[in-house]
Nanobody
Framework: VQLQASGGGLVQAGDSLRLSCAAS????????MGWFRQAPGKERDFIAT????????YYAESVKGRFTISRDNAKNTVYLQMNTLKPEDTANYYC?????????????????WGQGTLVTVSS
């Protein structure tokens, strides 16, 4: 499966952005999806994950209550709604997919990765 992330940009602190991750090559109906981010000079960090149906989600503490992951299997797309953005949210954001039914916070458990989309939050 190929993943294409989009929606990044330059915003001010307190603003909102919605990232999209469009999949092609196969349906994502049976894939767990996740979002990760990597700031310059830092490791790639887990942000959010969602199961097949969207009924189970899990977030990093740093974004809980501000970010929402969702999916539209009919559109083969996953979203990350980001509200109340902070300068420390500045990073390249990556979507990822893994087989199986279990959600995961570990980047090494994801099989497919999209290219990053850059989010820059100014203070």
């Amino acid at each position: 499966v190929q993943l294409q992330a989009s929606g990044g940009g330059l915003v001010q602190a307190g603003d909102s952005l919605r990232l999209s991750c469009a999949a092609s090559g196969r349906t994502i109906c049976t894939l767990v999806m996740g979002w990760f981010r990597q700031a310059p000079g830092k490791e790639r960090d887990f942000i959010a994950t969602i199961n097949w149906t969207g009924g189970t989600t899990y977030y990093a503490e740093s974004v809980k209550g501000r970010f929402t992951i969702s999916r539209d299997n009919a559109k083969n797309t996953v979203y990350l709604q980001m509200n109340t953005l902070k300068p420390e949210d500045t990073a390249n954001y990556y979507c990822a997919a893994r087989g199986g039914v279990r959600i995961s916070l570990r980047s090494d458990e994801y099989d497919y990765w999209g290219q990053g989309t850059l989010v820059t939050v100014s203070s």
